[in-house]
């Protein structure tokens, strides 16, 4: 899949990047789920072994969809786009989206990469519905996701902490009829 300016291919083993994940800790090694961990302890960034063992696990899963996102000009690998948990009965599924460095962020790359990932959801995989969770502070996708025209379900209040605050999780969803009246 293309875009103005990237591609979106099916991630392999060497899209995993394990070094840029660890630099990216902030971002992502922090976010609950990534490394799970007993209650109460720390998140931390899966060591680059167990990085590259989770990251080969999810290929393999056929009910999830991995996409390295790359700029056409350099063919750097600027992020990445997931759509999982799909439950074929119910045609229904989450997504992910992750961008690398700042570098990458406030140039549209986010907006192109998700247009081409929800025209893939709805029209290559037949789904009816995506489902996505943001926490409240990050407010450049709230913005994005508003955009493109996701609906707010719901909040899950207080649900992370860190650096001492709590933070809502908020819940977004769209669904394939909203998003081709969107794109007519």
């Given at each position: 899949m293309t875009s103005r300016s990237q591609w979106l291919r099916r991630a392999g083993e060497a899209d995993s990047n394990p070094r840029g994940r660890r630099r990216r800790a902030d971002l992502l090694g922090r976010r609950p789920g990534v490394h799970a961990q007993p209650a109460f302890r720390p998140c931390l960034p899966r060591p680059q072994i167990a990085q590259r063992e989770w990251w080969t696990g999810r290929l393999k899963n056929k009910d999830e969809f991995h996409?390295?996102?790359?700029?056409?000009?350099?063919?750097?690998?600027?992020?990445?786009?997931?759509?999982?948990?799909?439950?074929?009965?119910?045609?229904?599924?989450?997504?992910?989206?992750?961008?690398?460095?700042?570098?990458?962020?406030?140039?549209?790359?986010g907006t192109e990469a998700l247009e081409l990932g929800i025209d893939f959801a709805f029209n290559d995989l037949n789904l009816h519905r995506l489902s996505l969770s943001v926490f409240a502070y990050n407010q450049p996708a709230i913005r994005l996701y508003n955009r493109l025209g996701f609906t707010h379900e719901g909040t899950f209040r207080e649900y992370l902490q860190r650096d001492g605050q709590r933070h809502d999780m908020l819940l977004f969803g769209m669904l394939a009829y909203e998003w081709r009246k969107r794109r007519e």
């Open positions: 996409f390295a996102i790359r700029l056409i000009d350099d063919e750097r690998l600027i992020g990445s786009f997931h759509i999982s948990e799909i439950e074929w009965p119910h045609r229904a599924a989450w997504f992910s989206i992750g961008l690398g460095g700042k570098d990458a962020r406030g140039k549209g790359y």
